[in-house]
Structures are given as C-alpha cells and as structure tokens.
C-alpha cells in the first residue's frame, strides 16, 4: 500500500532525507525512531507529498503522491494540517468531519473519550502544546484511516491520556507508520517493526520485541547487524553485547549521547 | 457547505470591520461634508446625484478590495492545510475557490450595505435632498461580479507569491489591489483615460457599473463634474468585469492545485 523508493527530500542544499526505501503492506505497523532533527517528521511529510521531494518516489495505493488527489484512506496528526481557516474545534471536527466523508460522531466521541469536551470551543491557538497534540491525534484517528501516520503522537501528552492512545492504537487494525524519540513507549507495541533514522538515513527492519536486546556501539563492530554512517562517526547495531543497550534508554537522544 | 464557516469567521474579523467600513465612512464624511462644502450651491440636480456617486462607487470598491486583502492573505496561513486537504480529503480546488467566493458575495453585500446606507444619509444630508441610489438590484449584481473579481484578483496574487516569490514579500503584494483601485478611481475621476483602458480593465468597469447602479445616469469617461468626455456602454462594462472574474478564477485554480506548502515564519520581516 505504501512504497518509498530511493527518496531525497531537501531544503535548498541541504539534503534531509537520503535515499530512504520503505514498503508497507496492508495492515502493517511500523514504529520509526531517531533523535530529534534526524529527519522522522519530514518522512511523514514526504509521505503526505508536502515536503519538496528532490528524487525517488513516494507511491501510495500504487499512486505517486504527487498526482494525488481526494485519496480519502489517508490521515495524520500533522496540527498544521487542519488549520485549514479560523475556527474552533467543534468547526474544525464538523468541517474536517464533512471533507473526509466521516460522521462527525467519531470525532466527538474521541474528543470525549480523552476527557477533551473543554477544547471544543476553544481555536487552535488557545490549546496547549498537549491539547494541540490530542487534537491532531484525534483528526488523524477519527477517519480510521487505512494509513495512519502519526508524528510523534505522545509528546506533551498526559499519562491518562497516553494510556488511553496507545490502548486505540494497539487495537487499531490498519497500517500505521509511527515516528517518535521515545523509546519506552514503543514497549507497548511489540509486534511492530522498527526502523532507526539517523541523519536522514533509514535502518532496519528490527522487531520491537528485539528492542531490549539490541545494542549501539561505536565503531564498526564484528557482529554489527547494521553499521550507521553519521557525521559524528560510524555506529554499529549488535545483539545481546554492546555499549549501550536500547532497553535501559527512554529515548533515542540519550543513546546517541551515551555512545558518542 | 464551507462557505458558512468561512463567513462566520470573516464577519468577526474586527480589523475588517474597521479598515473595510469605518474607515470608508470616514472617507465619505470628508467627501459629504468637507469638499461637498466646496460644490456651488445652484447645480442642477443631476450633479450632486452624479458627486454623489462618484463617491459611493469609489469607496465601495476600496471596501470590497479590503475585503479580498483579508480574505486571500488567509490562504497563507493554510497553505500545509489546502495541499493535504487537496491530495487527502474531497476538497477540491474550484470547490474550495467556490466556497470563499460565496462568503466573500455575503461578507461583500453586508460591508457594502453600510457604505451605501452612510453614502445616502451623508450626501443627503449634506445636500439636503434625497441621494438614495436609483436601482438596488443592479447595485447587488455590480456587488457579486466586483466581490468575485476582487477576491480572484487579490487570491492569484496571493497564490503567486506563495507558490513563486515567497512569503516575505507579502506586504507588497497585499497593497497592489488597494493601489490599482486607487491609481484606476481616481484616473477616473479627473483623467480622459482611453475608452478601451476603461472597458478593459476590472477596476473602472466596476467603478463605472456601482455609479450607474447609484446615480442610473449613463456612465461618464470621467467622472468628475464639468468634463464631459462622453458616456461608457454598461453591457460592455458586465462583460468586461464578468470576463475578468470567470479567468481569474480559473487560473486561481490552476494555481491553488499546485499550492506550495509554506511556513508561516517566512513572512516575517525582522
């Protein structure tokens, strides 16, 4: 359903993606960790078409997301993307509700289920940095979406709150891409594959269920099951023995910082 | 149905309220009761009908361009929201044009209901005798065709600056309906500009069109009193102003399919 191939995203000269190749089938979960600035939240957006593509190709049900157009199977928790006018919640639910041909119940009804009924009068501008992230979440999850992509869909979120998202989205039957810095939340979704994206380089595929056991080391190691180029030097991914082991990390920045 | 959200949301803009209105009733005060001092106090009728409406004309039409201003600089801050609406919901971009055309005839009709109300208790005041405009129905259909072209108008060079130029020079491109309107009403006003200038361009069409509207005399070449230049055809005045606002819409589409995503810190100056 989904299909990236040889994918070069920049901004001016700078290149942000490098050649990423990902596919995903039906169904298919998939969680990407990276420290912050490695390029996880440009993926997502190259992957809706509204970052500047350089080379490669991003194809979704078979279509070159360039050419999309009302492919309504598609939803994220981007919050830029439904800032679509001036308006509160309750209109942007009712709006965005009409536009992805969903009842509008859906959208109340999870607003309700997080305990979020006091945003619906308020704008965009006036959420917190969590209430914004709920918000986003919500837009994404309400159409039960046959790709759902979440950007780093836990920050800023309250305990309660997180318990209850990552309960819908272990139940959550479609195909997902996750990109998040936290890797203690991953835990919960053992079945997932996981990638690693660092300085716009995509790793993998590893099980999350290996997470615990896997290890980042400096240097190119003999049993490395991966190697990382960066510009702070050369990483190897290893199993069971290593120098810092993912499984004692809660997020992907300190294991960099440790390791280098 | 968009165009209801959009129009909530435009009529609670204050800023627009006191640029698009207050702001031209001020003007009209100055021509009602300031230089309406200096018109000679035995001229026939028709004159002060035709001062008059010169002057609602020309303040409906800044009325109307700050209202587009409004309008399209909002699609700068939607422009991440209208590409992934585009590609991932059912908008489409004609739909999307469609709809912000509809609030803009509402928004429009409702803004210019106050000019023309100040323009008639003002002016006949002044005069002191009845100034109300000759054919309301006309006067609405000017209104329609001016809101859409002005709004097609300012959106394309909205659009252009998004896709092409970059944010940053948004304080430019955002006075160049204002400064047309000005530069054409008062070319109008005092000038013999060339008859095809004025069925050619969008801007006197509509100046000449609300006047008519207002006074129901024929349309003068130029409108101040005393410089009889000859009159305009109306008919090619609506087509002139139609034609402009059916093309510019179009290619407002074009350009709205092919939005580029823009961060919004891009418009900052300093």
Known sequence: ???????????????????????????????????????????????????????????????????????????????????????????????????????????????????????????????????????????????????????????????????????????????????????????????WNLYFVLEGQLYGPFKVSDMDDLYLSKGIKENALMTIQTSIGIFSITKEIGEVALKYATNFNQVIEEVA | MLFSYFTKSLLRIKALWGWGVLFMVFYLVLGALVFGNELPKNLPVYAYVSYTSSWYALINLYTLSSLAISISNSIMFATYSLSYCFRFTRLKPMSYLLNFVLSSIIVGLTMSSAIMISTYGLFSYQFNMNLAPANLLFIAGTLVLSSIFMFAFSTLLVLLLINYLGLRNQSFISFIPLLLGFGFGFGQLYLSLPTLLLYASPFTAAIGLLYHGYSGLSVPVTLAIGLDNGSLDVNYLIISLASWAAILLLIDSYFLSRIKPRMIEEMRQI
């Open chain 1, 1 to 191: 359903m989904l299909e990236i191939k040889d994918l070069i995203v920049s901004y001016g000269r700078r290149s942000i993606l490098k050649n990423i190749r990902l596919e995903l089938e039906y169904g298919e979960k998939v969680a990407i960790i990276g420290p912050n600035g490695s390029g996880k939240s440009t993926l997502i957006k190259a992957v809706l078409g509204i970052a500047p593509i350089s080379g490669g190709y991003v194809k979704i049900f078979n279509f070159d997301v360039k050419n999309l157009k009302n492919e309504l199977r598609v939803s994220a928790n981007l919050p830029e993307l439904y800032r679509l006018f001036n308006a509160n919640i309750k209109d942007l639910f009712k709006v965005f509700s009409m536009l992805k041909e969903v009842d509008e119940a859906a959208y109340f009804n999870l607003c309700n289920y997080f305990d979020l009924d006091d945003i619906l009068d308020k704008r965009m501008h006036e959420l917190s940095a969590g209430q914004v992230k709920m918000f986003a979440n919500i837009m994404a999850l309400a159409p039960n979406p046959k790709l759902l992509l979440l950007d780093e869909p836990f920050e800023n979120v309250d305990q309660t709150k997180r318990i209850k998202l990552i309960r819908i989205l272990q139940n959550f039957k479609e195909s997902i891409i996750l990109v998040t810095h936290e890797l203690e939340i991953l835990r919960k979704f053992p079945e």
